[in-house]
């Protein structure tokens, strides 16, 4: 197996599928695309920073996503959609390995992440109303404690991370952090079955018993 076949077969063991029927339909629901590709011979992740001119966490990094559509067939299909409006990212281009848990923000928004392979090749094109910028880097770079930090304020699990990056094509300097940071420590753990240099809080052997209590924590605030 390859590297792309051995992450595709990691993550699809912890695929949430549909084990989570009975949350409430109320719940105002929205999707993330965590894209993956092989650049170099090892894993990157693909990332944006959000316009500056948005409401919401304008200037933040994090992965291409937004809330459900009433013509969104499934968590799937507003993951690919909202991935083609904001970096041009054809869906029938992306290779869907599986859908994580869903994890429930400050909010009460009900975020699903949708793991997808991308091609190399692929050039963003980024709608300028809501991303200024497109980079990629090192999945395993969330594993690593040299550039990582952590805060005692509770997050969606456990305490909130936090890494800085430093672009090496650009020079610039990316935080990130909350939710995103989350997402992007969970899938470079299970993908690359890599502990790491940090305590994650929660247990990398029963990701999924961790992540029905934190959302069911979470419901119960609600």
């Not at 990332?47 to 933040?60: F, I, K, Q």
């Amino acid at each position: 197996m390859d590297l792309k076949e051995k992450t595709i077969a990691s993550l699809r063991k912890h695929a949430s599928g549909d084990a989570f029927p009975r949350l409430p339909a109320a719940l105002p629901r929205a999707s993330v695309l965590i894209p993956l590709l092989l650049r170099h011979g090892e894993l990157h992740a693909l990332m944006t920073v959000r316009s500056v001119h948005l409401t919401h966490h304008a200037g933040e990094v994090c992965f291409p996503g937004g809330k459900s559509e009433p013509g969104d067939a499934d968590e799937t299909h507003t993951a690919l959609r909202e991935a083609q409006e904001e970096i041009g990212l054809p869906p029938h281009t992306a290779q869907v390995v599986c859908k994580l848990f869903p994890v429930l923000n400050k909010a009460g928004l009900l975020i699903t992440p949708v793991v997808a392979f991308i091609d190399s090749s692929f050039e963003p094109r980024p709608n300028a109303d809501e991303v200024s910028e497109v980079f990629t880097l090192p999945l395993e770079f969330f594993t690593k404690a040299a550039d990582h930090s952590c805060y005692p304020v509770p997050s969606v699990f456990g305490p909130t991370h936090s890494f800085m990056y430093t672009d090496p094509g650009t020079g610039r300097v990316h935080q990130i952090w909350g939710l995103t940071a989350a997402l992007a420590m969970t899938v470079a753990a299970l993908g690359l079955g890599k502990k790491p240099e940090f305590e994650l809080g929660f247990d990398l052997s029963d990701p999924a018993s961790a992540f029905t209590h934190f959302l069911q924590r979470r419901l119960s605030k609600l």
